[in-house]
Protein backbone atom coordinates (compact mmCIF):
# COMPACT_ATOMS: atom_id res chain seq x y z
CA UNK A 1 0.00 0.00 0.00
CA UNK A 2 1.33 3.41 -1.00
CA UNK A 3 -0.05 6.85 0.80
CA UNK A 4 0.33 10.51 0.33
CA UNK A 5 -1.06 12.78 3.51
CA UNK A 6 -1.82 15.99 3.26
CA UNK A 7 -3.14 17.71 6.26
CA UNK A 8 -6.17 15.71 7.22
CA UNK A 9 -6.65 14.16 3.74
CA UNK A 10 -5.04 10.58 3.18
CA UNK A 11 -4.64 9.43 -0.74
CA UNK A 12 -4.12 5.66 -0.63
CA UNK A 13 -3.31 3.29 -3.43
CA UNK A 14 -3.84 -0.77 -2.50
CA UNK A 15 -2.09 -3.72 -4.18
CA UNK A 16 -3.14 -4.92 -6.13
CA UNK A 17 -4.77 -1.90 -7.69
CA UNK A 18 -8.67 -1.75 -8.85
CA UNK A 19 -10.43 1.56 -9.43
CA UNK A 20 -13.58 1.69 -7.79
CA UNK A 21 -11.65 0.80 -4.23
CA UNK A 22 -8.23 -0.40 -5.13
CA UNK A 23 -7.33 4.16 -4.67
CA UNK A 24 -9.53 6.13 -2.28
CA UNK A 25 -9.45 9.64 -0.20
CA UNK A 26 -9.73 9.41 3.81
CA UNK A 27 -11.10 12.95 5.09
CA UNK A 28 -12.39 13.75 8.11
CA UNK A 29 -15.24 15.91 6.74
CA UNK A 30 -18.53 14.72 7.41
CA UNK A 31 -20.70 13.88 4.28
CA UNK A 32 -23.47 16.76 4.50
CA UNK A 33 -26.52 15.82 4.50
CA UNK A 34 -27.47 17.75 1.46
CA UNK A 35 -25.74 19.35 -1.74
CA UNK A 36 -26.46 21.62 -4.03
CA UNK A 37 -25.83 22.54 -7.97
CA UNK A 38 -26.01 25.92 -9.39
CA UNK A 39 -26.91 26.14 -13.12
CA UNK A 40 -26.65 28.74 -15.93
CA UNK A 41 -29.48 29.84 -18.16
CA UNK A 42 -29.14 27.48 -20.89
CA UNK A 43 -30.83 24.54 -22.73
CA UNK A 44 -28.08 22.44 -21.63
CA UNK A 45 -29.06 23.05 -18.05
CA UNK A 46 -32.96 22.71 -18.99
CA UNK A 47 -32.30 19.34 -20.59
CA UNK A 48 -29.84 17.98 -17.66
CA UNK A 49 -32.65 18.36 -14.98
CA UNK A 50 -35.82 16.85 -17.29
CA UNK A 51 -32.93 13.85 -17.90
CA UNK A 52 -31.78 13.67 -14.55
CA UNK A 53 -28.02 13.79 -15.51
CA UNK A 54 -24.75 15.32 -14.70
CA UNK A 55 -22.70 16.36 -17.31
CA UNK A 56 -19.05 15.07 -16.39
CA UNK A 57 -16.88 17.87 -17.29
CA UNK A 58 -13.42 17.11 -18.49
CA UNK A 59 -10.57 19.69 -17.02
CA UNK A 60 -10.67 21.83 -20.30
CA UNK A 61 -14.34 23.17 -19.11
CA UNK A 62 -12.77 24.14 -15.90
CA UNK A 63 -12.55 27.81 -14.57
CA UNK A 64 -9.11 27.50 -12.75
CA UNK A 65 -6.29 26.81 -14.30
CA UNK A 66 -4.96 24.83 -11.40
CA UNK A 67 -7.34 22.33 -11.19
CA UNK A 68 -5.95 19.13 -12.54
CA UNK A 69 -3.02 19.76 -14.88
CA UNK A 70 -0.32 18.28 -16.18
CA UNK A 71 1.78 20.08 -14.26
CA UNK A 72 0.85 18.43 -11.21
CA UNK A 73 3.10 15.21 -12.66
CA UNK A 74 6.74 15.44 -12.31
CA UNK A 75 8.15 12.84 -14.58
CA UNK A 76 11.76 14.21 -14.62
CA UNK A 77 13.05 10.18 -13.12
CA UNK A 78 10.66 8.71 -15.41
CA UNK A 79 12.78 5.12 -16.83
CA UNK A 80 13.28 4.07 -20.19
CA UNK A 81 11.23 0.75 -19.74
CA UNK A 82 8.04 3.04 -18.54
CA UNK A 83 8.19 5.29 -21.47
CA UNK A 84 8.35 1.68 -23.76
CA UNK A 85 5.47 0.45 -22.34
CA UNK A 86 3.76 3.44 -23.13
CA UNK A 87 4.46 3.72 -26.72
CA UNK A 88 5.74 0.40 -27.77
CA UNK A 89 2.57 -0.28 -29.89
CA UNK A 90 2.48 3.06 -31.40
CA UNK A 91 6.63 3.24 -32.84
CA UNK A 92 9.21 1.10 -33.42
CA UNK A 93 12.32 0.43 -31.17
CA UNK A 94 14.82 3.15 -32.52
CA UNK A 95 12.57 5.45 -33.25
CA UNK A 96 11.14 5.12 -29.35
CA UNK A 97 14.94 5.31 -27.87
CA UNK A 98 15.52 8.71 -29.72
CA UNK A 99 11.92 9.89 -28.31
CA UNK A 100 12.67 9.13 -25.02
CA UNK A 101 16.40 11.08 -24.96
CA UNK A 102 14.54 13.85 -27.00
CA UNK A 103 11.83 13.75 -23.95
CA UNK A 104 13.97 13.41 -20.90
CA UNK A 105 16.05 16.79 -22.40
CA UNK A 106 12.81 18.64 -21.93
CA UNK A 107 12.02 16.66 -18.46
CA UNK A 108 9.34 13.80 -20.01
CA UNK A 109 6.88 16.96 -21.10
CA UNK A 110 5.42 15.60 -24.11
CA UNK A 111 5.27 11.94 -22.02
CA UNK A 112 2.68 14.05 -19.63
CA UNK A 113 0.77 16.08 -21.76
CA UNK A 114 0.09 12.50 -23.50
CA UNK A 115 -0.20 10.36 -19.97
CA UNK A 116 -2.53 13.45 -19.21
CA UNK A 117 -4.81 13.49 -22.21
CA UNK A 118 -5.26 9.84 -22.29
CA UNK A 119 -6.20 9.41 -19.00
CA UNK A 120 -8.72 12.20 -18.82
CA UNK A 121 -10.61 11.38 -21.66
CA UNK A 122 -11.57 8.45 -19.02
CA UNK A 123 -12.23 10.64 -16.51
CA UNK A 124 -15.72 12.85 -16.26
CA UNK A 125 -16.10 16.13 -13.19
CA UNK A 126 -18.75 16.53 -11.13
CA UNK A 127 -18.62 19.74 -8.73
CA UNK A 128 -21.06 20.27 -6.17
CA UNK A 129 -21.23 22.38 -3.24
CA UNK A 130 -22.43 22.62 0.41
CA UNK A 131 -23.23 25.99 0.21
CA UNK A 132 -27.52 26.70 0.51
CA UNK A 133 -27.06 30.08 -0.54
CA UNK A 134 -24.53 32.16 -1.54
CA UNK A 135 -23.98 35.42 -3.38
CA UNK A 136 -20.81 34.71 -5.34
CA UNK A 137 -22.28 31.43 -6.34
CA UNK A 138 -25.16 32.53 -8.06
CA UNK A 139 -23.26 35.46 -9.57
CA UNK A 140 -20.94 33.21 -11.10
CA UNK A 141 -22.57 30.02 -12.06
CA UNK A 142 -26.34 31.12 -12.50
CA UNK A 143 -25.64 34.75 -12.61
CA UNK A 144 -29.77 34.62 -11.08
CA UNK A 145 -31.07 34.07 -14.18
CA UNK A 146 -30.28 30.51 -13.92
CA UNK A 147 -31.74 27.88 -11.00
CA UNK A 148 -30.06 25.85 -7.87
CA UNK A 149 -31.09 22.18 -6.91
CA UNK A 150 -31.11 20.63 -4.19
CA UNK A 151 -30.04 16.81 -3.36
CA UNK A 152 -30.17 14.05 -1.14
CA UNK A 153 -26.60 12.77 -0.80
CA UNK A 154 -27.12 9.66 0.43
CA UNK A 155 -30.02 9.14 -2.10
CA UNK A 156 -27.54 10.96 -4.90
CA UNK A 157 -24.69 8.79 -4.24
CA UNK A 158 -26.25 5.89 -4.52
CA UNK A 159 -28.17 6.36 -7.31
CA UNK A 160 -25.06 7.88 -8.84
CA UNK A 161 -23.37 4.52 -8.01
CA UNK A 162 -25.51 2.07 -9.12
CA UNK A 163 -26.42 3.82 -12.16
CA UNK A 164 -22.90 4.29 -13.40
CA UNK A 165 -21.56 0.67 -12.67
CA UNK A 166 -19.58 1.70 -9.20
CA UNK A 167 -17.26 3.83 -11.13
CA UNK A 168 -16.58 6.70 -9.36
CA UNK A 169 -15.29 8.31 -6.10
CA UNK A 170 -16.90 10.55 -3.90
CA UNK A 171 -15.19 13.26 -1.69
CA UNK A 172 -14.98 17.00 -0.85
CA UNK A 173 -11.80 19.22 -2.63
CA UNK A 174 -9.03 19.57 0.08
CA UNK A 175 -8.13 23.52 -0.24
CA UNK A 176 -4.52 24.15 -0.07
CA UNK A 177 -1.76 26.84 -0.70
CA UNK A 178 -0.38 25.82 -3.65
CA UNK A 179 -1.02 23.05 -5.89
CA UNK A 180 2.09 20.34 -6.19
CA UNK A 181 4.59 18.91 -8.39
CA UNK A 182 4.78 15.46 -8.04
CA UNK A 183 7.43 13.32 -8.34
CA UNK A 184 6.21 9.96 -9.81
CA UNK A 185 8.79 8.13 -9.45
CA UNK A 186 8.75 8.16 -5.82
CA UNK A 187 4.84 7.96 -5.55
CA UNK A 188 3.76 6.11 -9.11
CA UNK A 189 0.61 7.59 -11.13
CA UNK A 190 -2.10 7.23 -9.01
CA UNK A 191 -1.49 8.78 -6.34
CA UNK A 192 -0.32 12.14 -7.76
CA UNK A 193 -3.81 11.85 -9.91
CA UNK A 194 -5.72 11.79 -6.85
CA UNK A 195 -4.05 14.22 -5.21
CA UNK A 196 -4.56 16.40 -8.12
CA UNK A 197 -8.20 15.68 -8.74
CA UNK A 198 -8.97 16.87 -5.12
CA UNK A 199 -7.05 19.51 -4.21
CA UNK A 200 -7.49 23.67 -5.31
CA UNK A 201 -5.59 26.37 -3.90
CA UNK A 202 -7.61 28.25 -0.71
CA UNK A 203 -8.73 31.11 -3.54
CA UNK A 204 -11.65 28.63 -4.20
CA UNK A 205 -12.38 27.60 -0.62
CA UNK A 206 -15.70 29.71 -0.49
CA UNK A 207 -16.95 27.17 -3.06
CA UNK A 208 -17.13 24.74 -0.25
CA UNK A 209 -17.38 21.99 -3.38
CA UNK A 210 -17.51 17.83 -3.23
CA UNK A 211 -16.96 16.24 -6.14
CA UNK A 212 -17.62 13.09 -7.94
CA UNK A 213 -15.17 11.55 -10.37
CA UNK A 214 -17.03 8.95 -13.29
CA UNK A 215 -14.78 6.90 -15.32
CA UNK A 216 -15.88 5.39 -18.71
CA UNK A 217 -13.35 4.99 -21.77
CA UNK A 218 -13.08 6.78 -24.53
CA UNK A 219 -14.88 10.33 -23.71
CA UNK A 220 -15.01 13.17 -25.66
CA UNK A 221 -12.11 15.62 -24.88
CA UNK A 222 -13.15 19.55 -25.85
CA UNK A 223 -9.38 20.31 -27.22
CA UNK A 224 -10.51 23.23 -28.65
CA UNK A 225 -11.10 25.59 -25.64
CA UNK A 226 -7.33 25.22 -24.81
CA UNK A 227 -5.58 24.44 -28.56
CA UNK A 228 -6.09 24.99 -32.21
CA UNK A 229 -7.04 21.21 -32.50
CA UNK A 230 -10.52 19.83 -33.03
CA UNK A 231 -12.62 18.20 -30.56
CA UNK A 232 -11.70 14.42 -29.69
CA UNK A 233 -15.69 13.20 -30.23
CA UNK A 234 -14.80 10.13 -28.30
CA UNK A 235 -17.24 6.79 -28.27
CA UNK A 236 -18.98 7.76 -25.12
CA UNK A 237 -20.27 10.75 -24.01
CA UNK A 238 -19.80 12.48 -20.92
CA UNK A 239 -23.43 12.42 -18.76
CA UNK A 240 -24.52 10.51 -15.71
CA UNK A 241 -27.32 9.73 -14.89
CA UNK A 242 -29.29 9.51 -11.43
CA UNK A 243 -32.49 8.89 -9.59
CA UNK A 244 -35.09 11.50 -9.87
CA UNK A 245 -36.20 10.81 -6.35
CA UNK A 246 -32.48 12.64 -5.63
CA UNK A 247 -33.79 16.19 -5.93
CA UNK A 248 -35.28 18.10 -3.02
CA UNK A 249 -35.83 21.19 -4.01
CA UNK A 250 -35.57 23.43 -7.03
CA UNK A 251 -35.18 27.22 -6.58
CA UNK A 252 -35.28 29.71 -9.32
CA UNK A 253 -33.78 32.90 -10.02
CA UNK A 254 -34.76 36.32 -9.81
CA UNK A 255 -34.74 36.81 -12.88
CA UNK A 256 -35.54 32.98 -14.44
CA UNK A 257 -38.57 34.27 -16.05
CA UNK A 258 -37.35 36.57 -18.62
CA UNK A 259 -37.44 37.50 -22.00
CA UNK A 260 -34.85 35.45 -23.60
CA UNK A 261 -37.15 31.99 -22.43
CA UNK A 262 -40.33 33.59 -21.97
CA UNK A 263 -43.09 35.43 -23.31
CA UNK A 264 -46.42 36.57 -22.91
CA UNK A 265 -46.76 37.33 -18.90
CA UNK A 266 -50.28 37.33 -18.23
CA UNK A 267 -50.85 38.50 -14.74
CA UNK A 268 -54.15 36.56 -13.29
CA UNK A 269 -54.31 37.56 -9.57
CA UNK A 270 -52.03 39.34 -7.00
CA UNK A 271 -50.25 35.82 -6.62
CA UNK A 272 -50.58 33.99 -10.05
CA UNK A 273 -49.66 34.95 -13.69
CA UNK A 274 -49.58 32.81 -16.81
CA UNK A 275 -46.54 32.70 -19.04
CA UNK A 276 -45.22 31.18 -22.25
CA UNK A 277 -42.16 29.28 -22.79
CA UNK A 278 -40.20 29.88 -25.93
CA UNK A 279 -38.27 26.52 -26.30
CA UNK A 280 -39.13 22.63 -26.17
CA UNK A 281 -35.76 22.84 -23.72
CA UNK A 282 -37.81 24.76 -20.89
CA UNK A 283 -40.99 23.32 -21.53
CA UNK A 284 -39.47 20.16 -20.72
CA UNK A 285 -37.91 21.62 -17.48
CA UNK A 286 -40.96 22.98 -16.42
CA UNK A 287 -43.07 19.90 -16.94
CA UNK A 288 -40.35 17.96 -15.09
CA UNK A 289 -41.27 20.43 -12.05
CA UNK A 290 -44.85 19.71 -12.52
CA UNK A 291 -44.85 16.14 -12.77
CA UNK A 292 -42.71 15.40 -9.59
CA UNK A 293 -44.65 17.02 -6.99
CA UNK A 294 -42.55 15.76 -4.04
CA UNK A 295 -39.86 18.36 -5.18
CA UNK A 296 -40.21 21.83 -3.51
CA UNK A 297 -40.08 24.72 -5.72
CA UNK A 298 -38.98 28.33 -4.36
CA UNK A 299 -38.06 31.64 -6.18
CA UNK A 300 -35.16 33.59 -4.84
CA UNK A 301 -35.48 37.39 -4.19
CA UNK A 302 -34.36 40.14 -2.40
CA UNK A 303 -36.51 41.33 0.80
CA UNK A 304 -35.60 44.77 2.86
CA UNK A 305 -34.64 43.65 6.51
CA UNK A 306 -37.26 44.99 9.07
CA UNK A 307 -34.61 45.69 11.38
CA UNK A 308 -32.58 49.15 10.68
CA UNK A 309 -29.28 48.47 10.54
CA UNK A 310 -26.91 49.39 13.11
CA UNK A 311 -24.40 51.06 11.25
CA UNK A 312 -25.55 53.50 9.54
CA UNK A 313 -28.74 54.93 10.82
CA UNK A 314 -32.16 55.33 9.24
CA UNK A 315 -31.02 52.56 6.96
CA UNK A 316 -32.25 48.95 6.34
CA UNK A 317 -30.17 46.00 5.03
CA UNK A 318 -31.18 44.28 1.80
CA UNK A 319 -31.06 40.41 2.36
CA UNK A 320 -31.39 37.26 -0.12
CA UNK A 321 -34.64 35.55 0.04
CA UNK A 322 -36.30 32.55 -0.63
CA UNK A 323 -40.27 32.15 -1.41
CA UNK A 324 -42.27 29.29 -2.10
CA UNK A 325 -44.14 29.26 -5.55
CA UNK A 326 -45.97 26.28 -7.78
CA UNK A 327 -46.27 25.99 -11.19
CA UNK A 328 -48.69 24.05 -12.84
CA UNK A 329 -49.00 23.58 -16.83
CA UNK A 330 -52.22 24.73 -18.48
CA UNK A 331 -51.17 23.68 -22.35
CA UNK A 332 -48.44 23.28 -24.88
CA UNK A 333 -46.17 25.91 -23.66
CA UNK A 334 -48.47 27.67 -21.04
CA UNK A 335 -47.94 27.35 -17.40
CA UNK A 336 -49.52 29.08 -14.77
CA UNK A 337 -46.84 30.20 -11.54
CA UNK A 338 -48.33 30.66 -8.21
CA UNK A 339 -47.15 32.40 -4.99
CA UNK A 340 -47.86 29.47 -1.93
CA UNK A 341 -47.85 32.10 0.54
CA UNK A 342 -45.99 35.84 0.73
CA UNK A 343 -46.10 35.74 4.53
CA UNK A 344 -43.57 33.28 4.69
CA UNK A 345 -40.43 34.15 3.24
CA UNK A 346 -36.84 32.38 3.96
CA UNK A 347 -34.03 35.26 4.44
CA UNK A 348 -30.22 34.73 4.48
Known sequence: MAKIELGDWQYIEETPFKWNNGIRIEFKENIPEYLYKYYPSNENSFNAISNNNFFC?????????????????????????DFKNYYEDLVDENQLL?????????????????????LNSMLGFIS???????????????????????????KLVESINKN????????????????????????????????????????WKYENEWRFIITKSAMSVPESLVSLKEDYKGENNR?????????????????FFNGKNFSNKVLKTSDEYRIDAKSQDVTSLLKFICNNKNIIIRQAGLKIDSEEN?????????RRSLERIEIKHISHFTFSVFRVNRN?????
Open 164 to 203: NEQNCLFFPINYIENKLHIDTSEYGNRLPLLVDISTKVND
Open 57 to 81: SHPFHFNDLTDSTPLSYNFKDLCLE
Open 98 to 118: LMYEEDKLNLFRSYCNHYYSE
Open 239 to 255: FASYDADSIEEIVLGFN
Open 344 to 348: EIEEF
Open 310 to 318: ILIPNTNSL
Open 128 to 154: LTKNKMNNLMWGHYSSDSGFKVKFNTP
